[in-house]
């Protein structure tokens, strides 16, 4: 059995292991670890549904790709009221644009939906030392003190994130009976390809004959939201060129949200929207760190 075939079946068995009796919470970024994880599911026959969160910046070829996939469910994020939250209105809401240390917009519009389920997603060892360092086979989170008590009582094997909550590497018996104590009441991550490579990916979704999100034909390395601020700013001009509608938006959007600042009573250093925009893609010669007293 070749390399890849036997983490293939090792990756089924682990989502045969922590099947929930209400199935998956299967998300679907779009990206070519979410197109393994969604095959996957389909070959272990496990109950599941495939759901993708709009995030409102989304590539145009990503939103087109997922509307490809059969069965799947697009979600949107809200805020307590039941109003539709986006990038754009996000920015004003918190007077600040999204940035490496404040990644507002991945809790509020990419990790949003599956409260109480299981969620199955495509993190990976391999993609970054931090998901090294912060991700295993399933990882749950709660209130730390109960979840490592929880652990410790039933003989799970397990470590801990920077947040408190667990994280499991094996799918023992232990680790099992963890699962079925917390997914109801915490929010449970089931990582069944934690330890494929990229190669294995492009080998798996080679051999199912699945085409994958066309951006990757175009040279991109990763699939994400346009102007990420995690790429960095070489990265976040690229997406501006590739897309001029989306850095207008951000632009228009960094205007309200310094009316919104000055409207509060906040500090702010710059005046239009497209002085932010310099700043935040790294083109603002001054550099001024946004945490720095408050001074934008």
Request: proline share 5%.
């Amino acid at each position: 059995m070749s390399s890849l075939a036997e983490k293939e079946r090792i990756a089924i068995e682990r989502l045969r292991a922590f099947e929930p009796p209400d199935g998956y919470f299967v998300c679907v970024s779009g990206g070519k670890d979410s197109d393994v994880i969604r095959i996957l599911a389909q070959l272990a026959g496990v109950g599941h549904e495939l759901h993708h969160n709009l995030t409102t910046v989304d590539a145009p070829e990503t939103i087109a790709y997922i509307k490809t996939i059969p069965d799947i469910v697009i979600d949107h994020a809200t805020d307590k009221d039941g109003n539709r939250l986006t990038m754009w209105n996000l920015i004003e809401k918190k007077l600040m644009p999204p940035t490496r240390l404040m990644r507002y917009c991945c809790s509020e519009l990419k990790e949003h939906g599956g409260t109480g389920r299981v969620k199955v997603t495509g993190v990976r060892w391999d993609e970054s030392r931090q998901r090294s360092e912060n991700g295993g086979l399933v990882k749950i989170l709660g209130k730390p003190k109960t979840t490592q008590n929880l652990a410790e009582e039933i003989g799970a094997d397990y470590r801990t994130t920077r947040q408190g909550g667990v994280i499991l590497n094996h799918d023992n018996d232990a680790s099992r009976r963890m699962v079925e104590h917390c997914y109801r009441t915490t929010s449970t991550m089931v990582n069944p390809i934690i330890d494929w490579t990229d190669s294995d990916v492009w080998e798996f979704l080679r051999h199912y004959g699945c085409p994958a999100n066309p951006l990757y034909q175009c040279g991109h390395k990763r699939v994400g939201c346009i102007c990420c601020p995690m790429q960095g700013g070489d990265g976040m001009k690229r997406d501006a060129a590739m897309y001029p509608k989306y850095k207008a938006a951000y632009i228009r959007a960094f205007g309200r949200m310094l009316k919104c600042r000055k409207e509060a009573g906040k500090p702010t250093t710059w005046e239009t929207g497209l002085e932010v925009w310099k700043w935040w893609v790294g083109d603002d010669p001054n550099q001024l760190s946004f945490f720095e007293e408050e001074q934008i």
